[in-house]
């Protein structure tokens, strides 16, 4: 597939968006009580949009802005990350369900079963 990525290559990069998406939340989380953190976040979802192309599996991790921040500085908000992380499972567990019924498929087009 000249200048197109497979549905596995595809399928695989997702998977890896979604890991470097939870160690960000899992990051965030884990500094909900340090004075002057910032929430990091990072972006994937511009690159999705342009199918076909390669896919960025390293990302861009920002300070997200617009939130509100506390006495100390910080404006890590632990609702707003726990829900981040479990849209973000949902997601990747949708993607390991695809890979495996992809997988599955050529693996009974290769061994000729129907």
């Known amino acids: 597939m000249i200048g197109k990525l497979s549905q596995i290559d595809q399928l695989s990069s997702l998977l890896s968006q979604s890991q470097i998406r939870h160690e960000v939340i899992s990051s965030n989380l884990a500094h909900v009580n340090d ?28 300070e997200v802005d617009g939130l509100k921040n506390s006495q100390n500085g910080n404006n890590v908000d632990m609702d707003r990350e726990l829900s981040s992380m479990s849209k973000n499972a949902l997601a990747f567990q949708t993607y390991s369900q695809l890979m495996a019924s992809k997988i599955g498929a050529y693996r009974t087009a290769i061994s000729g079963r129907s």
């Open 35 to 62: 004075p002057g953190y910032k929430t990091k976040g990072v972006k994937f979802a511009d690159v999705l949009a342009e199918a076909g192309e390669q896919i960025d599996q390293v990302g861009e991790i920002f």
